[in-house]
């Protein structure tokens, strides 16, 4: 395998926009704003709404024109995008629609040039053909630009990054020069590949910013939407009427859910930059590679642009292939981890043939001119371990070319293993990347019988203490070998501590690459409403083991115990093991920092955090597990006025 190098990937872009995930969470998920003082938004399905009186309603009427559950995301994507407003529709596509209605036959609109197939063929074969004047230039080039607008430009429209060759727009020397032109003219910016995590447009002079949601902000491949996002009263106002009017409104369900994607955008975000900068510098490297496009290396044309533009690049990687057709079919055809599959953004890694498939409807020698040839690849780098990723590009690309800080490291394959096992497309017939929701189950019975039980709780709840699991195990089994051990693995979740499998649809899953009881536990539980989703709106519990003698009797409990989860659930729970990894680095990264600064306060008498040298069992902590959850106990000087006040003081928390 090639070597590649390993850079920070976030050195020299602009900071990261202040409060974004802050704003993410809580932005439009306020409690207040429903009777129940629900943490997490309900999903209302209600079509209509009960008025006072004629004509008086409570803000809602009708839910095409107005839902609860859109509106919370509607809020919280403004928020994230520095905006006033923002509307959610049906699709990127309706996205597009709904904004070009704001123009009549004889209007101009000019297009960059290399852009999605999609809005390509929506200006050629359906705007124009309604009477409106569409015309194409490479907006990366601004003297292209000043020479493409016309007295009747009243729109223009922007992607950059450009799908799928990379190119990367001047939003605000575009911008500056449109106005100039005409201050009435409107500029718009796809931000799908960049998201609002690593890409402001709005702040760069843009009047619209919008996305197919579909990709980045929903992340989880579940969810078809667009987003529209703007400051300007005046065109809100008509595109609201748009939104209404046109009637392509997204479900309350997939708002929830693509609100809910929102919670970790800036976790995923991250996490797609450092490994698409470790694919890119591979490919890069290698010999096998004729050339790749990556904004975040230093080789692309507006790498310093980038730098001035954006917080950070998306997993997005453009690359040439050495060969012909054949050698590209091969790679694509060999990868293993990567899904051959159109679309992008989602935690699985996908790629495709933009010639052959997203781009196959743009003419021919068009494609010929934007360097759409058969030897391009497009790859949307994924979640999974760095590792991972790399390994299975080499030995695609092989094949393509056969002519014959003091926590024990992260466990190996975890991203990868909670991205994919249990979610393999060849289990459909649909071969779906996302597991569909089943609603069939079998059902099987055994014998139950009775054993000795030791339960272990670690770290416990709410003091924290933290128990040694395999010295437990082994006095235990030494006693009788036939007494069981049960951990509760709640608090510190499957990354940070390894004791066996996980669960996943009813049943339970051997993963490879997870040496089994590997601290002597013959049962992990979870209440998997914790940090295993992790997005506080599923109820679940969850039980690991290996040993097929116990798994036949729990799953005859299982059984006429009847306390299983719906198909739903075990979806969303599912879709919440996708992000496990991001979400509990993060989780451990902001619970160290507060537990420092309290136990610096003089207000607080003590804390109990598992991560801090003062920890009874900080030693231990470290040689069981990779790191800690974001999990504090703390003892606030005074009594329980102090304890009061303070509680209810808190904000964010």
């Known amino acids: 395998m090639a070597s590649h190098k390993q850079n920070d990937s976030s050195a020299g872009f602009q900071p990261v926009f202040k409060s974004f995930a802050t704003d993410a969470i809580h932005v439009g998920s306020e409690p207040e704003?429903?009777?129940?003082?629900?943490?997490?938004?309900?999903?209302?399905?209600?079509?209509?709404?009960?008025?006072?009186?004629?004509?008086?309603?409570?803000?809602?009427?009708?839910?095409?024109?107005?839902?609860p559950t859109r509106n919370?995301?509607?809020r919280a994507v403004a928020a994230l995008d520095g905006a006033q407003y923002c509307l959610a529709v049906a699709s990127g596509l309706a996205a597009t629609l709904t904004i070009t209605h704001l123009?009549?036959?004889?209007?101009?609109?000019?297009?960059?040039?290399?852009?999605?197939?999609?809005?390509?063929?929506?200006?050629?074969?359906?705007?124009?053909?309604?009477?409106?004047?569409?015309?194409?230039?490479?907006?990366?080039?601004?003297?292209?630009?000043?020479?493409?607008?016309?007295?009747?430009?009243?729109?223009?429209?922007?992607?950059?990054?450009?799908?799928?060759?990379?190119?990367?727009?001047?939003i605000q020397g575009c911008a500056d020069i449109v106005h100039e032109h005409n201050k009435d003219t409107i500029v718009v910016v796809d931000n799908t590949f960049m998201s609002a995590y690593f890409q402001r447009p709005l702040a760069l002079g843009a009047d619209i910013c919008m996305y197919s949601a579909t990709k980045y902000m929903n992340g989880h491949s579940d969810v078809v939407m667009g987003l529209i996002s703007l400051n300007r009263e005046d065109l809100y106002e008509r595109l609201k009427f748009l939104q209404n009017a046109l009637g392509a409104v997204p479900s309350p369900f997939d708002c929830y859910m693509c609100n809910r994607g929102l919670k970790t955008l800036h976790l995923r975000m991250k996490q797609h930059f450092k490994n698409a900068l470790a694919a890119a510098q591979f490919l890069e490297a290698d010999p096998r590679v004729d050339r790749v496009i990556f904004p975040g290396l230093p080789s692309h044309p507006q790498y310093e642009l980038t730098k001035r533009q954006c917080t950070g690049c998306p997993g997005m990687i453009t690359f040439y292939i050495k060969g012909k057709l054949e050698h590209a079919s091969t790679f694509l055809s060999s990868l293993k981890l990567f899904a051959l599959a159109e679309s992008l953004g989602g935690y699985e890694s996908l790629a495709e043939h933009p010639a052959i498939m997203t781009h196959a409807s743009v003419p021919e020698n068009e494609r010929k001119e934007?360097?759409?040839?058969?030897?391009?690849?497009?790859?949307?780098?994924?979640?999974?371990?760095?590792?991972?990723?790399?390994?299975?590009?080499?030995?695609?690309?092989?094949?393509?070319?056969?002519?014959?800080?003091?926590?024990?490291?992260?466990?190996?394959?975890f991203a990868t293993d909670a991205i994919h096992v249990g979610s393999e497309p060849e289990q459909w017939n649909s071969m779906a990347v996302v597991p569909p929701i089943s609603l069939s189950t079998t059902f099987k019975q055994h014998s139950p019988g009775k054993h000795a039980m030791l339960w272990i709780e670690t770290p416990t709840n709410p003091t924290m203490k933290v128990v040694d699991i395999q010295g437990c195990a082994d006095i235990v089994h030494e006693h009788n070998k036939d007494t069981i051990v049960v951990v509760d693995n709640t608090f510190m979740s499957a990354y940070f501590q390894k004791l066996s499998v996980l669960l996943n649809n009813f049943t339970i899953f051997l993963i490879p690459g997870i040496a089994p009881l590997a601290l002597g536990a013959d049962i992990c539980m979870y209440s998997a409403t914790k940090y295993m989703n992790g997005h506080t709106d599923v109820v679940m519990?969850?039980?690991?083991?290996?040993?097929?003698?116990?798994?036949?009797?729990?799953?005859?409990?299982?059984?006429?115990?009847?306390?299983?989860?719906?198909?739903?659930?075990?979806?969303?729970?599912?879709?919440?093991?996708?992000?496990?990894?991001?979400?509990?680095?993060?989780?451990?990264?902001?619970?160290?920092?507060?537990?420092?600064?309290?136990?610096?306060?003089?207000?607080v008498e003590r804390v109990?955090?598992?991560?801090?040298?003062?920890?009874?069992?900080?030693?231990?902590?470290?040689?069981?597990?990779?790191?800690?959850?974001?999990m504090i106990t703390f003892y606030i000087k005074g009594k329980l006025e102090h304890a009061s006040t303070f509680l209810s003081s808190l904000k964010v928390l």
């Open 103 to 170: 123009f009549k036959a004889g209007d101009g609109i000019l297009c960059m040039n290399d852009v999605y197939g999609g809005t390509n063929r929506y200006f050629r074969k359906i705007a124009a053909e309604v009477g409106l004047d569409v015309s194409f230039a490479d907006l990366t080039k601004l003297e292209e630009l000043k020479a493409a607008l016309k007295p009747n430009t009243k729109m223009v429209w922007i992607e950059t990054p450009t799908n799928p060759t990379m190119k990367v727009v001047d």
């Open 33 to 67: 704003q429903w009777n129940s003082m629900a943490v997490v938004p309900p999903i209302s399905l209600s079509t209509t709404f009960k008025q006072h009186e004629p004509g008086k309603h409570a803000g809602f009427e009708y839910s095409r024109s107005g839902n």
């Open 72 to 74: 919370c995301l509607e």
């Open 370 to 413: 934007l360097g759409i040839s058969d030897t391009l690849i497009r790859l949307s780098v994924g979640l999974e371990d760095e590792e991972d990723i790399i390994a299975d590009l080499d030995q695609a690309l092989s094949a393509a070319n056969d002519s014959s800080a003091g926590f024990q490291p992260a466990f190996k394959s």
């Open 608 to 630: 109990v955090f598992p991560g801090l040298p003062s920890h009874p069992q900080y030693e231990l902590t470290k040689r069981q597990c990779t790191g800690c959850p974001g």
């Open 541 to 603: 519990g969850l039980i690991s083991l290996n040993r097929g003698d116990l798994y036949e009797r729990l799953k005859f409990l299982q059984s006429e115990l009847g306390a299983v989860p719906s198909p739903f659930d075990c979806y969303m729970c599912n879709r919440g093991l996708k992000t496990l990894h991001l979400r509990m680095k993060q989780h451990f990264k902001n619970a160290l920092a507060a537990a420092q600064f309290l136990e610096a306060d003089p207000r």
